[in-house]
């Protein structure tokens, strides 16, 4: 998640479809949460479909992208999610 590139730290990973669904995770007070927490956010398409929730275990993260990356719709269910206006 979070890692050096050219000397900058990476504070995000996006995973995205061709028809505008993407999940995407931050970690610590740069994606707006605690220091060692994770944001995780989806969109379903357009702005008005935007969610997001945090988390503090790294393993929930990743199986979140993996759940995404396989389809799995009721693996994303098992997170509280609030909508977000953008």
């Known amino acids: ?3 050096g590139v050219r000397g ?3 504070t995000y990973a996006v995973l995205s479809r ?3 669904w993407y999940v995407q995770a931050g970690i610590g007070e740069r994606a707006d949460t605690r220091p060692g927490w994770y944001a995780l956010e989806r969109q379903e ?3 008005e479909r935007h969610f997001r929730t945090e988390v ?3 393993n929930e993260a990743i199986r979140m992208f ?3 990356a396989a389809g799995d719709t009721e693996l994303l269910r098992r997170f509280v999610w609030r909508r977000l206006t953008l």
């Open 66 to 68: 993996t759940g995404f």
């Open 45 to 47: 398409g357009g702005l």
């Open 18 to 20: 061709a028809d505008g």
């Open 1 to 3: 998640m979070s890692s």
């Open 56 to 58: 503090s275990d790294l």
């Open 8 to 10: 900058r730290t990476v």
